[in-house]
């Protein structure tokens, strides 16, 4: 993996933990924690998504999409677990 792949995943991880963090108020993580999240994110959509059989289209709108569905399962989650 060259260092433009990497900068790409860091880039997609940052949008799509962006935009999961738009959708759940007050559960950002900062900056750091938002890339984390949406690159996590994007393992957990490109696991499931096959397996309940849902496509978000190719390309880096699709890819996107994908992490920030995976990102939201994840803050979903997260925010059961964090509970106090």
């Known amino acids: 993996m ?10 997609i991880g940052a949008i799509a933990g962006w935009l999961a963090g738009l959708l759940f108020k007050g559960s950002g993580f900062g900056l750091l924690g938002n890339i984390v999240v949406g690159i996590v994110g994007g393992f957990i959509g490109s696991w499931l998504a096959p397996k309940v059989n849902l496509t978000f289209g190719g390309g880096v709108i699709g890819t996107i999409l994908l992490s920030a569905a995976g990102a939201i399962i994840l803050l979903i989650i997260i925010n059961i677990f964090r509970r106090d």
Do not use: E
């Not at 792949?5 to 880039?11: F, G, K, M, R, V």
């Open 2 to 11: 060259d260092l433009t792949s990497i900068l790409i995943i860091l880039a």
